[in-house]
């Protein structure tokens, strides 16, 4: 009987643990329902010179069409415009990644090349975990 009641601790620990880990998940499905009416999420499109690009969510909004681009990231972000890579000091360790701004350029100009008359937008969305100084 021991044996049961250390499993279902342990089951219960583990479902804990996923629900905090992905609720945040939850409040992105939240934001996308309020300011979309329809959703596409990872999107392949083909690009101007017969190559592929990946989109992580286009979403269809009253203005137009959105690519949203989000970085989960936990810590201190740092990064600017005219910086090829930035860097994210978390209290575990540090590293950096490309900026993601010229990317996301890019997606959108192969979304203008398809859908022309309909206003297209990108933005990088950073969850809860980062922080900019």
């Known amino acids: 009987m021991p044996v049961v009641a250390l499993?279902?601790?342990a089951v219960?620990?583990?479902a804990f643990l996923l629900y905090r880990r992905f609720r945040g998940g939850d409040r992105l499905e939240q934001m996308f329902r309020a300011i979309c009416h329809a959703r596409i999420d990872a999107l392949v499109i083909p690009t101007?010179?017969?190559g592929e690009i990946h989109i992580?969510?286009?979403l269809l909004t009253s203005k137009?069409?959105?690519l949203l681009n989000i970085k989960e990231v936990?810590?201190?972000v740092f990064g600017s415009?005219?910086?090829s890579?930035?860097?994210?000091?978390a209290p575990e360790r540090r590293y950096t990644f490309s900026n993601p701004q010229p990317g996301l350029y890019d997606r959108v100009a192969a979304v203008r090349q398809i859908v022309k008359d309909v206003p297209v937008e990108g933005r990088v969305l950073f969850l809860d975990g980062a922080s900019f100084s």
């Open 12 to 14: 219960a620990l583990l």
């Open 48 to 50: 101007g010179d017969d």
């Open 74 to 76: 936990t810590g201190s």
């Open 56 to 58: 992580d969510h286009l």
């Open 85 to 89: 890579d930035w860097t994210v000091i």
């Open 64 to 66: 137009g069409l959105l």
């Open 7 to 9: 499993l279902l601790v």
């Open 81 to 83: 415009d005219k910086m």
